[in-house]
């Protein structure tokens, strides 16, 4: 699984307990990074994730003679959940392996 978008967006889905609309992925996604983006990324993103086997979907009706358009509602899969478990572990292994100083290299070299 690629980083970055997509693991925010499985978090958001994992969190969101099954009942997260294309707009709520967005809004949370935005609270969390403070980062502007479209609704076409995250449909992007949340299809990609879909065809991985990670995200599932459904298709919610609207209250009859609501006017309202039927949404489609995402979730987490079991795959999704075990791709970010195993992703999760890799982080921590790489941390143990090559952890963080308290002062960075960049700095200490007069990088920065």
């Known amino acids: 699984m690629a980083g970055g ?13 099954g009942n997260m609309f294309g707009r709520t992925v967005l809004a949370e996604y935005q609270e969390v990074t403070d980062q502007e983006l479209a609704l076409t990324t995250v449909y992007t993103i949340l299809g990609r ?14 209250a009859e003679g609501s006017g309202e358009r039927r949404k489609q509602r995402f979730f987490i899969k079991g795959e999704g ?10 982080q921590q292994r790489l941390q143990a392996a090559f952890p963080l100083p308290l002062i960075g290299l960049a700095q200490d070299k007069g990088v920065l």
């Open 5 to 17: 978008m997509e693991e925010i967006m499985l978090r958001i889905l994992m969190h969101g307990q």
């Open 49 to 62: 994730l879909e065809n991985k086997g990670f995200v599932g979907t459904e298709w919610v009706e609207p």
């Open 81 to 90: 959940e075990a791709a970010l478990r195993e992703l999760e572990q890799q």
